[in-house]
């Protein structure tokens, strides 16, 4: 998989707009799904397409340092963490894309006519997924790398320029924090 | 779980536990322990509960025209890349003195624009977070004259207190360090005499540390004096 990676680069660093296709659509699930724990869905898609573009025009100064992935994992906190930012700081809350992904799970339950258990599974992951966009920044990025995006210390380390310790701290925090906050989902946490 | 301390202990060996991270001795110590102890079994079984949920939150769909749209908001190719992407589609170029002139030429100026774009784009390294960095001084203080040894933990020294000791600065009990940091929100405690663990009352913002106190937070930014950088 990665070796393809590395031939796709290769060309797509030529100029080759086929081959930087293939790798969109190879890595663009994990990328927006990165962007939509980060930001909500409501600012998933565009900050995701940002990621693209950003590697697409610093691909002459990737060195196949690390895994591609990797690269565009990086690329892909930092611009959602821009994008936080300029939110945060045009006063904007996160409440309208919590909002969004209410509205979401309610209607993907609505038009499946979802049974019982898995409504509550829909009501489950959309209570977690606000619980973690409410995490303070540092332990959200750090949550959904480890546990969402299923990666390991090293590969975290290497997307966040932080070392392992301070991560490991990071996620701990994150779980006890959305363990306390998650408490009263009855015979789930607690 | 019966005092602060071991629950403490308890608690570093559950969330170790969690990230697979014990020995294979460390393992069954643990355990065995949570056949005896409900409190860390329940604790366990929570964190178990919350990372499977996690790692089975439903990805999104990736919408049908998302590759097209990325691939139109891409700039146009550079000469360097349309002449890179001729010679290595195979095609048969007709070589001639002059010709090889003229692509010397063009390559010399492709590798120039490179050059220049690369010092002038601030997002090739600055966006990555690599090099470049600018570090800014962040002065902590702490008044506490009765102290022996005060040290700080946070976020920027993977909360290892012994990594960065504050000297005392003043006869009536000032303590004081200087830490460079990248721009980025920390959270720290000071430690004092090795085992009393102190928010800054000089910290501008406070959060609760998930743990059952608060640690202090600073934002390092290069436009704003932080609240501990005194």
């Known amino acids: ?58 691909l002459a100064a990737f060195k196949f340092d690390s895994k591609f992935s990797t690269w565009l994992y990086r690329i892909g906190v930092n ?47 959309g209570e977690l997924d606000r619980e973690i966009r409410a995490l303070p920044d540092l332990y959200r990025e750090s949550f959904i790398l480890k546990h969402v995006e299923g990666l390991d210390y090293d590969e975290m380390s290497a997307i966040l320029g932080v070392n392992r310790d301070t991560l490991k701290m990071r996620v701990y925090k994150a779980r006890t924090l959305l363990c306390r906050s998650l408490a009263h989902l009855e015979g789930t946490y607690r | 779980m019966t005092n602060t301390s071991d629950d403490m202990r308890a608690e570093e060996l559950v969330q170790r536990f969690i990230d697979q991270e014990l020995t294979a001795e460390e393992r069954m110590q643990f355990v065995a322990r949570l056949g005896r102890d409900e409190a860390l079994r329940r604790r366990a079984m929570e964190l178990e509960s919350l990372v499977l949920d996690a790692s089975r939150l439903p990805r999104p769909i990736v919408p049908a025209g998302f590759t097209a749209s990325v691939l139109r908001r891409l700039p146009e190719p550079n000469v360097w890349q ?14 001639n003195l002059g010709g090889a002139m003229a692509v010397a030429a063009v390559l010399v100026l492709a590798v120039s624009a490179l050059v220049v774009r690369d010092r002038r784009t601030p997002g090739t390294s600055g966006t990555l977070g690599t090099s470049g960095t600018p570090l800014l001084p962040v002065r902590l203080v702490m008044m506490q004259p009765g102290a022996k040894v005060v040290q700080v933990a946070g976020d920027f020294n993977g909360w290892n207190p012994a990594q960065t000791p504050l ?11 200087t830490i460079p940091l990248k721009p980025g929100r920390y959270a720290y405690m000071f430690v004092v005499d090795g085992r009393q663990w102190v928010a800054d009352p000089f910290a501008s913002e406070q959060k609760d540390d998930g743990f059952g106190s608060r640690n202090a937070v600073v934002d390092v930014r290069p436009d704003v004096k932080t609240g501990a950088s005194l």
């Not at chain 1, 699930?29 to 939509?36: D, G, Y």
């Not at chain 1, 959602?80 to 209410?102: E, Q």
């Not at chain 2, 349309?82 to 010679?87: C, I, K, Q, V």
């Open chain 2, 82 to 95: 349309r002449l890179s992407a001729a010679l290595w589609t195979g095609r048969t170029l007709q070589w």
């Open chain 2, 167 to 177: 000297e005392r600065v003043s006869a009536d009990g000032a303590w004081s360090v």
């Open chain 1, 1 to 58: 998989m990665e070796q393809d990676d590395v031939a796709l680069v290769h060309a797509s660093q030529r100029g080759d707009r086929d081959a930087f296709g293939a790798l969109i659509s190879r890595h663009a699930p994990s990328i927006l799904s990165l962007a939509t724990r980060m930001m909500g869905p409501a600012d998933a898609d565009d900050v995701a397409q940002e990621t693209f573009v950003a590697a697409y025009k610093a």
């Open chain 1, 79 to 125: 611009k959602c963490t821009d994008a936080l930012r300029a939110k945060k700081s045009a006063g904007a809350s996160i409440d309208g894309a919590v909002a969004a992904d209410d509205d979401t799970v309610a209607a993907q339950a609505a038009d499946h006519q979802t049974p019982h258990w898995e409504l509550e599974q829909l009501e489950l992951a």
